[in-house]
């Protein structure tokens, strides 16, 4: 799959990848499917290659949405995309049965990027996690999940804003460099009106003594993704 990239801009990383793995084992055909801040539109892509589900993106920033839109096309994939604030887009009477994302997630606290596309793609001050969730709250069916990634130091806020609002986490796994290294990834499965416990699954080690494990070749091979910057 090819996925066109700005050369000086943001580009997706090995936590999207890590997301699509993740998430795809719950992801079920003809579903309504949302991401939110697409970017190049890369999960979304991932998403409708392998599973056919009725595509919907949204993404604010108007250069990466651009690339979203061409890589929909060279890769002949159909979505409604819309171009907007997801904080401030009215969805109407349009409903999800998976809301999907990579949010930023950076916190205010670190060095910000002047470039906008990439200070947009990393800050939580560009989508504060609660107003997020909110939001997601008011357009998720019933019973329906809200599948992200973000960092594993923020767990507590995320569990307790989740919960907040009836979407329970109920599958968790955390991501790690090293096996002797802390956790720097979460990726969370939270479901709208669930009474279920949560599954933490396995560690995910990205990398041991010889590189790259075994499990993170195996999710790049399955992206099978061709990155051309531009």
């Not at 579903?31 to 409708?48: M, P, R, T, Y």
């Not at 802390?182 to 949560?198: F, G, V």
């Amino acid at each position: 799959m090819q996925i066109y990239q700005p050369k000086n801009g943001y580009c997706y990383n090995s936590d999207t990848l890590f997301l699509y793995a993740f998430m795809l084992p719950f992801i079920k055909p003809r579903q309504e499917v949302l991401e939110v801040g697409a970017g190049s539109g890369i999960l979304s892509l991932l998403c409708a290659r392998d599973r056919e589900v009725k595509l919907h993106i949204i993404e604010k920033n108007a250069t990466m949405m651009e690339f979203c839109r061409n890589n929909l096309r060279i890769n002949k994939v159909c979505a409604n995309v819309i171009f907007g604030d997801f904080l401030m887009y009215d969805f109407l009477n349009l409903r999800f049965d998976r809301i999907i994302s990579n949010p930023p997630f950076y916190h205010s606290g670190v060095i910000k990027s002047a470039k906008k596309t990439i200070y947009e793609a990393r800050y939580e001050e560009n989508l504060p996690f609660e107003l997020m969730v909110k939001k997601i709250d008011s357009i998720l069916k019933p019973k329906g999940e809200f599948i992200f990634c973000y960092d594993c130091k923020s767990s507590y806020k995320l569990f307790y804003t989740l919960i907040q609002y009836n979407i329970r986490p109920i599958t968790i796994r955390f991501v790690y460099p090293k096996i002797d290294k802390e956790a720097t990834l979460i990726l969370c499965r939270a479901k709208k009106d669930s009474k279920s416990a949560m599954q933490v699954l396995p560690p995910l080690f990205t990398h041991n003594e010889q590189g790259f494990t075994k499990e993170v070749q195996e999710i790049y091979a399955k992206a099978n993704t061709w990155s051309i910057k531009c």
